[in-house]
């Protein structure tokens, strides 16, 4: 999906040193979360801006040429702070400079299939995507009863609209995945369904990605200032009235009103760098050395993922 912003002026006033160029924008269109991009690509960002279906991994390799306007690299790419540190591993210079989204997920299960508790997923089909956030989700939820993913039989199903489908017809016995796809799954349980909220386990941090060489580039700096902070504005608009950005993810992921709304209060857009985001990396990062068989990185080398100097620029700009 395209979306564009011709003005240099957005409507709070002018963007001190804005440069009219756009900006190149990469994230899963398929998401909630992105619902704050969208917007501000659309609404708030004065150079204008391209939003692409992708991901971090966009940053370095070429968005495909048969998508219009999108040759060469990602300048900024949206994931869960899990691809953030996978990518690292072998791509070292990329850089969290903003977490747009905060998700709370929560595992779904049939009642029928003997599940009242997390220690009853011992032994069950579990429909998730392992290598993802919500992996990580399911991993700590199975931790809490002392259990691990060699204590459950994790099945992918493909395309996630599916997952909903597949407990209805007992092929697995609960669903660990984000939204709308777990409110999706629930409804097809009615009075058979079991909920086990991620709340104090897990909450995903979906955030915005560049690489240290886009910061070094001055004129890409100033649009990523710009940008991060019409993302500011964006998250406080969406936090006053969220139906604009309801209605534009609706259209661009392909999901309902009824699905977006449904699941809107399980999102949080703080727009801003979390305190503990660094903390959470850290644990994470455990998890995903012991997956890849890899000594885990230390807190300090964690750190350098984060750089809060875009963040605090954007928040510099005045506003008349």
Same mark, same amino acid.
């Given at each position: 999906?395209?979306?564009?912003?011709?003005?240099?002026?957005?409507?709070?006033?002018?963007?001190?040193?804005?440069?009219?160029?756009?900006?190149?924008?990469? #994230?899963?269109?398929?998401?909630?979360?992105?619902?704050?991009?969208?917007?501000?690509?659309?609404?708030?960002?004065?150079?204008?801006?391209?939003?692409?279906?992708?991901?971090?991994?966009?940053?370095?390799?070429?968005?495909?040429?048969?998508?219009?306007?999108?040759?060469?690299?990602? &300048?900024?790419?949206?994931?869960?702070?899990?691809?953030?540190?996978?990518?690292?591993?072998?791509?070292? &210079?990329?850089?969290?400079?903003?977490?747009?989204?905060? #998700?709370?997920?929560?595992?779904?299960?049939?009642?029928?299939?003997?599940?009242?508790?997390?220690?009853?997923?011992?032994?069950?089909?579990?429909?998730?995507?392992?290598?993802?956030?919500?992996?990580?989700?399911?991993?700590?939820?199975?931790?809490? &009863? #002392?259990?691990?993913?060699?204590? =459950?039989?994790?099945?992918?199903?493909?395309?996630?609209?599916?997952?909903?489908?597949?407990?209805?017809?007992?092929?697995?016995?609960?669903?660990? =995945?984000?939204?709308?796809?777990? &409110?999706?799954?629930?409804?097809?349980?009615?009075?058979?369904?079991?909920?086990?909220?991620?709340?104090?386990?897990?909450?995903?941090?979906?955030?915005?990605?560049?690489?240290?060489?886009?910061?070094?580039?001055?004129?890409?700096?100033?649009?990523?200032?710009?940008?991060?902070?019409?993302?500011?504005?964006?998250?406080?608009? =969406?936090?006053?009235?969220?139906?604009?950005?309801?209605?534009?993810?609706?259209?661009?992921? #392909?999901?309902?009103?009824?699905?977006?709304?449904?699941?809107?209060?399980?999102?949080?857009?703080?727009?801003?760098?979390?305190?503990?985001?660094?903390?959470?990396?850290?644990?994470?990062?455990?998890?995903?050395?012991?997956?890849?068989?890899?000594?885990?990185?230390?807190?300090?080398?964690?750190?350098?993922?984060?750089?809060?100097?875009?963040?605090?620029?954007?928040?510099?700009?005045?506003?008349?």
């Amino acid at each position: 999906m395209l979306i564009a912003s011709s003005a240099c002026v957005p409507r709070g006033g002018p963007v001190p040193g804005c440069v009219p160029a756009p900006l190149k924008v990469s #994230g899963s269109t398929a998401t909630l979360e992105i619902a704050p991009v969208l917007l501000a690509a659309r609404d708030h960002y004065p150079a204008g801006a391209v939003v692409t279906n992708g991901g971090i991994a966009n940053l370095m390799s070429a968005i495909p040429a048969r998508q219009p306007r999108t040759d060469g690299l990602a &300048d900024v790419a949206t994931h869960a702070e899990t691809q953030a540190l996978r990518y690292s591993v072998g791509n070292p &210079d990329i850089r969290i400079i903003l977490t747009i989204t905060e #998700g709370r997920y929560r595992i779904i299960a049939r009642r029928s299939a003997g599940i009242a508790r997390i220690a009853d997923l011992k032994g069950k089909r579990i429909a998730t995507l392992a290598t993802t956030s919500a992996g990580y989700f399911l991993a700590r939820m199975l931790a809490q &009863d #002392g259990m691990t993913f060699a204590d =459950i039989t994790p099945v992918r199903i493909s395309p996630l609209e599916g997952m909903g489908a597949a407990l209805e017809r007992r092929e697995v016995d609960a669903v660990a =995945i984000w939204e709308p796809h777990a &409110d999706n799954a629930a409804r097809v349980l009615g009075n058979d369904l079991v909920i086990f909220a991620g709340d104090g386990a897990y909450r995903e941090m979906f955030n915005l990605n560049t690489t240290a060489a886009n910061l070094a580039d001055p004129a890409k700096r100033r649009r990523m200032v710009a940008f991060v902070r019409a993302l500011i504005e964006t998250a406080a608009q =969406i936090r006053r009235d969220p139906a604009g950005a309801q209605a534009l993810v609706a259209a661009t992921a #392909g999901f309902t009103a009824d699905e977006v709304g449904r699941s809107w209060a399980t999102l949080a857009f703080p727009a801003a760098l979390p305190a503990d985001l660094l903390d959470i990396l850290v644990e994470e990062e455990r998890w995903l050395a012991a997956q890849d068989r890899r000594a885990p990185r230390s807190r300090e080398v964690l750190s350098h993922l984060i750089d809060t100097s875009i963040y605090a620029e954007a928040l510099a700009i005045g506003w008349p």
